[in-house]
């Protein structure tokens, strides 16, 4: 995979499998392409060259939304969030392929009904357990930075039956007790639905009790990759966040 | 018909009515969906079309079909007084010197034969809608592909140029500048553009407040607030914004058929931006957009307010200078300026902010879930 940015090459030849059914850590220090990879995995960045392949097919040339209707979840680092949406309905969004979504079904709300009640109620739950549910009826300006953050992810954990979800920094901003029940959310989807969780994270404390695998990049590259313990003490890693 | 309450009369609620369905359509479109169509007046324009051009011709097709002996003897008469050569009354009826003459005797066929009148109705009303969504199809082609400042633009021109330059500078398709008269379907024309404006009205309010609140509105607003994050959420926002599009553009339409109906012998310069564009736009910015019952407040506050100024400051300056009156004759669009000024700096959200797209009742739901 490779993706420039003007002279800045952001990703310079990166070259990644990302294990099925388990959750990969991607480490790394600011700057080093991390965000950029998940963008051009998702689909929001189209790649200078490489290819992208999902469980066996190769997506590179797919839209957005048609690599999400494969199964390929993500979030935002920084959040980007339906400003005119209250917090109830930005995470229902996230949920796709209701029947009302037409302009004519729309108005048959018997068609609808029943697919939009699960889903409420389901973003209901996830809100509860981000711990903004009494903020259901915020609009995104109304809410603070962490907030917006715990947002962020009830949206990623909606969709239904995703393959893979890509996690930028979950938990930052977050206090240390949610944050350890995020990563503990993120294994019991894992564990429980065989989804496959690529998580992008700084607070390495946190996550690597929850990791089964990780990769370390800097200056665009790929420097380590293995079990987490191992990579996290790779002289290289250690040096490249030093001097970062 | 003449309906007169006060300083209000039949003509202005029947525009008053014209304009709830332009507004609510533009809603769709610019409040929910975040397209900027500039170009509403073109989506307009072709429901009088419909009407104009297309319908007193096909009107005159019918009459020539079923009263082929009354039809030649009107053409005679015709190539006799005007010293022409029409070899039809559809041909008759499609030129600016005979359609003024030809039109009212079309429209006696009409009236005296009931069930052309009402096949002819629906077929004119097929005939907005397809020409709206043909229309439409052209524009979406632009708005997939531009960014939203460049799509305004892009508009605006494109309706400029079909109905300021394209219809009215050629004769054949309305009429030039003059337009052709537009079939009449009811001997009290406006007495049935009042009615079909008020029905029209009410489901177009009916169909749009469904809309606003289910799923769909939900995603419409959110392809308005972010495309990138609705794409990433599984959302086709092209196909979105074209079904959006096409729909609004055949709702538009029907305003101008209704305004048509209202005044057969509107020129096609009536049909301009100022009126069918930018009070739209206006109504809705006072009213609030993504908000169907914002789009109402704006069209009447706005209307109600144009009509006492329209009214009572001619009177005012009714003796003064040249000057005076003159700024008078003008104080209603100054007005409306200095009005949508002060909307938006002191409630730039509208009378009727955005509300949440109520599919159910949220809190219940979220009661349910304790
Ligand atoms: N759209 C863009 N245009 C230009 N440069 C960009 C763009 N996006 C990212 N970059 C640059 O690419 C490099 C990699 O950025 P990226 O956001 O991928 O880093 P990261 O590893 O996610 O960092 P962080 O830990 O701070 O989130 C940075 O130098 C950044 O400035
Ligand atoms: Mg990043």
Do not use: C
């Not at chain 1, 429980?192 to 800097?218: C, N, Q």
């Amino acid at each position: 995979m490779v993706k420039n940015f003007g002279a800045l090459k952001a990703l310079d030849r990166v070259n990644m499998e990302i294990p099925r059914g388990k959750i990969t850590l991607l480490i790394g220090p600011n700057g080093s392409g991390k965000t950029t990879l998940m963008n051009i995995i998702s689909g929001v960045y189209k790649p200078d060259a490489g290819k992208i392949i999902l469980d066996g097919e190769d997506v590179t040339n797919l839209d957005t939304h048609e690599r999400f209707r494969k199964g390929l979840v993500r979030n935002f680092q920084i959040p980007r969030l339906f400003q005119g949406l209250i917090t109830l309905e930005n995470v229902a969004f996230a949920r796709y392929g209701n029947p009302g979504e037409g302009v004519i079904s729309g108005t048959m709300k018997r068609r609808w009904f029943k697919f939009e009640y699960e889903t409420l109620k389901r973003a209901a739950e996830t809100i509860t357990f981000t711990k903004i549910r009494h903020l259901w009826d915020k609009k995104p300006s109304e809410l603070s930075g962490g907030q917006m953050k715990l947002l962020e992810v009830a949206r990623s954990l909606m969709p239904d039956e995703p393959k893979i979800v890509l996690m930028d920094e979950p938990t930052s901003g977050v206090n240390p007790v949610l944050a350890h029940e995020i990563f503990q959310r993120i294994r019991d989807v894992n564990r429980k639905r065989r989804v496959t969780f690529l998580v992008v994270e700084h607070r390495l404390d946190i996550a690597v009790g929850y990791v089964d695998y990780a990769y370390a990049m800097a200056f665009g590259k790929v420097i380590a990759h293995g079990e987490p313990e191992a990579v996290l003490n790779d002289p290289r890693v250690i040096e490249s966040y030093l001097g970062g | 018909m003449n309906i007169e309450f006060w300083i209000f009369s039949d003509t202005w609620l029947i525009l008053v009515l014209s304009y709830f369905i332009v507004t609510l359509s533009l809603n769709l479109e610019a409040g929910y969906t975040g397209i900027p169509n500039f170009g509403k007046a073109l989506f307009v324009f072709m429901g009088a079309w419909a009407a104009q051009g297309i319908g007193i011709r096909l009107a005159a097709l019918f009459m020539q079909h079923y009263d082929p002996k009354d039809s030649s003897l009107l053409v005679e008469r015709l190539n006799s007084m005007l010293g022409q050569n029409y070899h039809s009354l559809v041909e008759a009826a499609g030129s600016t010197e005979a359609n003024r003459i030809v039109a009212p005797h079309i429209y006696d066929f009409l009236f005296a034969h009931p069930a052309l009148d009402i096949t002819l109705f629906i077929v004119i009303l097929l005939v907005t809608l397809g020409l709206a969504a043909a229309m439409g199809l052209i524009a979406s082609y632009a708005a997939l592909r531009l960014r939203e400042e460049y799509l305004a633009i892009l508009l605006l021109s494109f309706s400029e140029l079909v109905v300021m330059v394209i219809f009215n500078q050629t004769d054949s398709l309305n009429g030039g500048p003059k337009g052709l008269w537009a079939v009449e379907f009811y001997p009290d024309n406006r007495l049935f553009a009042l009615i079909l404006g008020a029905v029209i009205s009410l489901l177009v309010f009916i169909y749009a407040e469904r809309l606003g609140n289910s799923p769909m509105g939900r995603t419409m607003r959110a392809v308005r607030d972010d495309e990138v994050a609705a794409g990433v959420f599984g959302r086709d926002v092209a196909m979105t914004r074209l079904k959006v599009i096409m729909i609004s553009s055949m709702i538009a339409a029907l305003a101008g058929l209704v305004y048509i109906e209202a005044k057969p012998s509107a020129q096609t310069l009536t049909f301009n931006r100022v009126i069918w564009t930018f009070f739209p736009w206006a109504f809705l910015i006072l009213g609030g957009m993504a908000n169907n019952k914002g789009a109402i407040v704006g069209v009447l506050v706005f209307m109600v307010l144009k009509r006492f100024v329209e009214f009572y400051v001619p009177q005012m300056a009714a003796g003064h200078s040249a000057a005076i009156q003159m700024l008078a004759a003008y104080l209603s669009n100054i007005i409306v300026g200095l009005l949508i000024l002060l909307v938006l700096y002191f409630r730039p959200q509208g009378v009727l902010p955005e509300k949440p797209s109520k599919t159910m009742d949220l809190d219940v739901v979220l009661e349910e879930t304790k």
